[in-house]
């Protein structure tokens, strides 16, 4: 079956039950969704109730689409997403961003947990991502183009919109809130990266590290959509000291500065 096919079938049902058209699409990260309680929340529709969505397995995801309003936008936010080390093909990641923009969604805002290879970061800080690095992650666009869809082969010259980059960096300084801006390097999972591992993507030019985003990025350019994303650094992959990382560690950290992440997200919305 073809993509657009899918996204048809998809769409039809998530009109049934939402007729509005969002805007903004948001995807939370890990330990990220209590953005959620910002929102005037219209209707909830679980990943399993959607025709052709992949379902969400990891600890910390709840796995739904949340329609509603915030600051006098019309947005669909993910609560969780879809991630390849989860066995899930980099196309299907990107599934519910298609889905997006299917529904109308022009503007794609992106949050995650990421680790700093950068020695000036440090845990709990915010990252915006100004480039990445996807090379070490499998291409959502490898297959059949679908050309109603996008371009064989899409200009990535700037993947996250330099508009909402500056955007943000002012909306952060007049909150006086202390933020990066950076190149985030993709990589698959499940395991966290070795010392030499940090270290090379250090010497990459790579400032955090992380499972997500990247895909969805590209999936969302080929499509033409712009994007903004956001690392909120939850562990250091460069240091000398004894750096053992868990998944606990990360997704406390990432609630921690999760406030921070909402506030900054929430301002964007408005002025988008
Ligand atoms: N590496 C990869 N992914 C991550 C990390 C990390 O250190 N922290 C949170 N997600």
Redesign the pocket.
């Known amino acids: 079956m073809l993509l657009t096919d899918q996204l048809k079938e998809t769409v039809a049902y998530i009109r049934q039950q939402y007729a509005i058209t969002p805007q903004i699409g948001i995807v939370l990260g890990s330990g990220l969704g209590n953005f959620v309680s910002e929102m005037q929340v219209e209707t909830e529709i679980a990943y399993n109730q959607v025709p052709h969505f992949p379902v969400s397995t990891v600890e910390g995801h709840s796995g739904k689409l949340i329609f509603g309003e915030l600051g006098g936008k019309k947005v669909v936010a993910m609560a969780g997403r879809f991630h390849f080390y989860e066995g899930y093909t980099a196309a299907q990641v990107c599934y519910p961003i298609r889905v997006m923009k299917a529904l109308g969604v022009e503007t794609l805002l992106l949050s995650n947990?990421?680790?700093g290879t950068n020695k000036n970061f440090a845990v709990g800080e915010l990252m915006i991502i100004k480039d990445h690095i996807s090379f070490f992650t499998n291409n959502p666009l490898v297959g059949k183009n679908e050309d109603q869809l996008g371009p064989r082969f899409p200009d990535m010259s700037e993947p996250y919109s330099k508009r909402l980059v500056e955007k943000a960096k002012t909306i952060a300084e007049t909150m006086r809130l202390p933020i990066h801006t950076g190149v985030y390097v993709g990589?698959t999972?499940p395991t966290?990266?070795t010392r030499a591992e940090y270290n090379l993507i250090h010497l990459l030019g790579g400032d955090a590290?992380?499972?997500s985003t990247v895909q969805e990025t590209i999936a969302a350019r080929h499509m033409g959509m712009e994007v903004f994303a956001v690392s909120v650094i939850?562990?250091l992959?460069i240091r000398d000291d004894e750096n053992i990382?868990t998944h606990e560690e990360?997704l406390m950290a990432a609630k921690e500065a999760e406030p921070k992440l909402t506030a900054l997200f929430v301002r964007l919305v408005q002025e988008v």
């Open positions: 947990a990421a680790g990589v999972g966290f990266e590290v992380g499972m939850t562990d992959g990382i990360v």
